[in-house]
């Protein structure tokens, strides 16, 4: 796995909201060079990655962005910086999103937590993860 997604954005994800997806989604949509990987947070390349940082798969509350995946330089973002960690990669306009760095991480992840908290009653839980189209199956890991 290292050769092959060491130059990859991976983003750990809850595969069964319906805002995750649609992140997902767009990330697709806006990613035409294939630089994200993507892999639910149920799934066992999540719980790979996250046993090697000490933090708890269960916890699906949680974005992830991993990069250098696999090799002794990997590093884990999570929740308000992966997500701006994503979007400073996609161009303009949304690496726009990155002026919120000068908000403390303290505070970002607060307001990370509380949409986090309602996700599932604005944008739906669904009851499995999505199964991706076969033009990005191969963008998807287990």
């Known amino acids: ?12 994800f809850d595969g069964v ?4 997806d649609a992140t997902v989604q767009f990330l697709l ?49 999570a929740r308000s910086q992966a997500a701006l960690h994503c979007a400073s990669l996609l161009g303009w306009p949304w690496k726009m999103a990155g002026v919120a760095r000068i908000i403390p991480p303290a505070m970002l992840d607060a307001a990370y937590d509380l949409f986090a908290r309602y996700r599932y009653r604005v944008f739906g839980r669904h009851d499995a993860c999505m199964i991706p189209t076969p033009d990005v199956r191969e963008r998807f890991l287990e």
């Open 29 to 77: 949509r806006h990613d035409p060079g294939g630089r994200f990987r993507f892999a639910p947070l149920q799934g066992p390349t999540a719980h790979a990655i996250l046993a090697r940082h000490g933090k708890d798969a269960a916890d699906l509350d949680t974005v992830y962005v991993v990069e250098r995946c696999g090799t002794p330089g990997e590093q884990l973002r």
């Open 17 to 20: 909201c319906g805002f995750c």
């Open 1 to 12: 796995m290292s050769g092959e997604l060491s130059d990859k954005t991976v983003v750990l």
